[in-house]
């Protein structure tokens, strides 16, 4: 089996995928390059389960969503957060199905659009060759956008960089009591993480209701 692509910086695309370095297709709408997206088979040898990229974005869109990567049951519906990580993630965010799932109100971006398979402990992380090749022309076709909540290591580690290195709580604390930073960040809803928010109760007694907050006055525009 040939080695895969090396991970890149955030913003450098895999030149091989179709997608130039510079995104010389400036002028395609946001409909063609869903289409392209949903059609991308780059990491296809490496999914035990093939490509099936789900994600959800609208030109609309003012809340944006970025999770780490789909799971066997989203890959299965082809729904994202199709699961008790999305149950929990839209409680936290104080969000319906119906306005969670309405894409000219949230895009669902993550790290990886395609279901990586299973790691040494739950999901594999997301595949390294997604976000370099797509997530830049995609994010500059969501102009309205006025929050970015990013979920888990891989959405703070691309959203947040600054923050490297610094502790899971912090990194919270830190974007969520600021009543106008650009991005949330929030652990991952995985029941995985229960051990965390057990060791961290203020999370859910004192930030969750700022992020309901800010979520809303987003949404209400």
């Not at 809340?63 to 994202?80: D, E, F, N, T, W």
């Not at 994010?139 to 959203?159: D, E, F, K, S």
């Amino acid at each position: 089996m040939a080695k895969p692509p090396r991970n890149e910086l955030p913003g450098h695309a895999l030149p091989r995928n179709g997608l130039p370095r510079d995104d010389t297709r400036r002028d395609e709408p946001l409909d063609a390059l869903l289409r392209r997206v949903r059609a991308c088979t780059i990491c296809a040898p490496f999914l035990p389960l093939g490509p099936r990229p789900v994600l959800q974005a609208d030109a609309r869109a003012r809340l944006l969503i970025v999770g780490q990567a789909p799971g066997r049951k989203v890959h299965a519906s082809g729904i994202p957060f199709d699961d008790a990580s999305g149950e929990r993630l839209r409680t936290w965010l104080g969000l319906t199905r119906e306005t969670f799932y309405d894409p000219a109100r949230v895009a669902i971006v993550p790290m990886g659009f395609c279901y990586p398979g299973r790691g040494a402990s739950g999901d594999a992380p997301p595949r390294p060759e997604c976000a370099p090749a797509w997530r830049v022309p995609l994010l500059a076709r969501l102009p309205n956008i006025a929050l970015t909540v990013a979920v888990g290591q891989y959405a703070l580690a691309w959203h947040l960089a600054a923050c490297r290195g610094q502790p899971l709580g912090e990194t919270v604390r830190g974007t969520c009591t600021l009543p106008d930073a650009p991005v949330l960040a929030l652990p991952h809803p995985s029941p995985r993480n229960n051990g965390w928010l057990k060791r961290h109760p203020w999370f859910e007694s004192e930030l969750l209701p700022l992020v309901r907050a800010r979520v809303a006055t987003v949404l209400a525009v």
